[in-house]
């Protein structure tokens, strides 16, 4: 009886080991990545746990056996850290490689649609733009830009005044930038970014730049006016608090501002040239007819131009006048005499 219960023990102590070795047989099998055969693509829902997303690789022949590699994460303590989404895979990849990717949220990215709005542009000229991307309505837009209620929850928008010479309420709230869009978007959500992207950019200013603000008098609607005049009239960086400062010496001075580029907006097209006739176009926006700043901003400034309106140069200059020599500058001058003879010297070249 003693020699046939020894024997017995062996034969389970046998069963055992055999079973174990075929265990780990069949884990180091199913723990092999399955043979290469091209890409797949699988998509993880948000809220899946592991054992979820073993099934779908298994089911997309990605792994060899959904529960082996569920114990498998167990003991290399992963899982908790794979990240949803949209994932293009390679078959043949092995374990780790998957487990790297899931963990790291490797997706594949999103199409996306670009549309650059440069410096300066006006309203119609950005619906122009988005009219030739799929979706996008260049009426829509239009309509959009003239309805601020549309806008209302947005920071600086419900400020706006309810003015009707305003060709564009939303016009100057527009930030010029490159945006990158879902596939899909439409045009309410090209707008939407567009009047975000100019709050995300303001908290890039000096901070005091509200305390500056208030001590100039100004709304923030007109300081963005001053801003889109500053962004047409000037090219180079260094010159556009100077420009500024000709701005605000001459609404302190009680002068007309007589810029050109506001004569440009009140025309239904602009031209290369102004002529005399031009100057005294009948608008709200002709700054060559009527007293202070136009009723809104004449295109989307830069935030290059934002900082020159709120901290403008210290100056006595009156007048400016392009040099006319290839560098995009100007002269600046604090009397008419002076500006005279920049504007001859200007015409001479």
């Known amino acids: 009886m003693k020699r046939l219960a020894i024997v017995s023990l062996w034969c389970v102590l046998l069963m055992l080991a055999l079973a174990g070795a075929g265990t780990a047989l069949y884990a180091g099998y199913a723990l092999k990545p399955p043979a290469a055969g091209g890409t797949v693509r699988i998509t993880i829902p948000l809220g899946y746990g592991s054992s979820q997303i073993a099934k779908l690789l ?20 992963e899982g908790s ?15 780790d490689d998957i487990i790297a990717m899931l963990n790291a949220g490797n997706t594949v990215p999103e199409e996306t649609i670009r549309i650059l709005v440069p410096e300066g542009f006006t309203v119609e000229q950005i619906a122009d733009k988005l009219a030739q991307l799929p979706g996008m ?20 928008v419900s400020d706006i005044p309810d003015d009707p010479r305003l060709k564009y309420p939303l016009e100057g709230y527009l930030f010029p930038e490159t945006y990158e869009l879902k596939q899909g978007s439409t045009t309410m959500d090209a707008a939407m970014r567009m009047v975000n992207e100019l709050e995300r950019k303001l ?35 260094e010159e556009r608090p100077l420009v500024a400062s000709v701005i605000y010496n001459r609404l302190k001075a009680g002068m007309r501002l007589q810029i050109d580029a506001t004569v440009q907006y009140a025309l239904d097209k602009p031209k290369e040239r102004l002529f005399e006739k031009d100057l005294q176009v009948d608008s709200p926006y002709n700054t060559y007819r009527i007293d202070g700043l ?16 709120l901290y403008p ?16 500058a100007h002269n600046f001058a604090e009397t008419y005499e002076q500006h005279l003879k920049n504007v001859a010297e200007m015409r001479k070249r």
């Open 58 to 77: 298994e089911q997309n022949g990605l792994i060899r056996d959904a529960t082996v590699f569920r114990y498998y994460l167990i003991y290399k303590k």
């Open 294 to 309: 136009p009723p809104g901003p004449i295109a989307s400034p830069s935030l290059k131009s934002i900082e020159a309106a």
């Open 137 to 156: 309505g260049r009426e829509e837009f239009l309509a959009l830009a003239q309805d601020k209620q549309a806008f209302a929850a947005l920071p600086w």
């Open 203 to 237: 908290a890039t200013l000096p901070p005091d730049w509200t305390s500056r603000l208030k001590e100039s008098g100004l709304s923030f609607h007109q300081m963005l006016t001053v801003a889109s005049l500053i962004e047409r009239e000037a090219v180079l960086d």
């Open 313 to 328: 140069a210290d100056t006595k200059y009156l007048y400016y006048a392009a040099k006319n020599d290839g560098t995009q």
């Open 81 to 95: 850290r794979f990240q949803a989404g949209e994932y293009e895979m390679k078959r043949g990849m092995s374990i």
